[in-house]
């Protein structure tokens, strides 16, 4: 976290994006919680853990405050782009 912004191909300059996985998700016909695509931003660590700003990159958003939560970042890859 300390590298966020630091260098000229910094996560604050180009944000990395992750995919959302909830249990709270709606399935697919193999029972498959679909991924939401976001971009990570602003990032504050915590006691509890990390939160982020987050720019959603398709039309599914979440909304309040999910426990639980998987979050696959993948920088090689931009979703929907």
Same mark, same amino acid.
């Given at each position: 976290?300390?590298?966020?912004?630091?260098?000229? *191909?910094?996560?604050?300059?180009?944000?990395?994006?992750?995919?959302?996985?909830?249990?709270?998700?709606?399935?697919? *016909?193999?029972?498959?919680?679909?991924?939401?695509?976001?971009?990570?931003?602003?990032?504050?660590?915590?006691?509890?853990?990390?939160?982020?700003?987050?720019?959603?990159?398709?039309?599914?958003?979440?909304?309040?405050?999910?426990?639980?939560?998987?979050?696959?970042? *993948?920088?090689?890859?931009?979703?929907?782009?």
């Amino acid at each position: 976290m300390d590298d966020w912004s630091k260098g000229n *191909d910094s996560f604050k300059k180009t944000p990395p994006n992750a995919a959302i996985v909830h249990a709270a998700l709606k399935t697919n *016909d193999k029972g498959i919680a679909q991924a939401i695509p976001v971009e990570l931003m602003n990032p504050v660590i915590t006691t509890n853990g990390w939160t982020f700003d987050l720019l959603y990159l398709q039309g599914n958003k979440l909304e309040g405050r999910l426990e639980g939560v998987s979050l696959f970042v *993948d920088p090689a890859f931009v979703f929907g782009r």
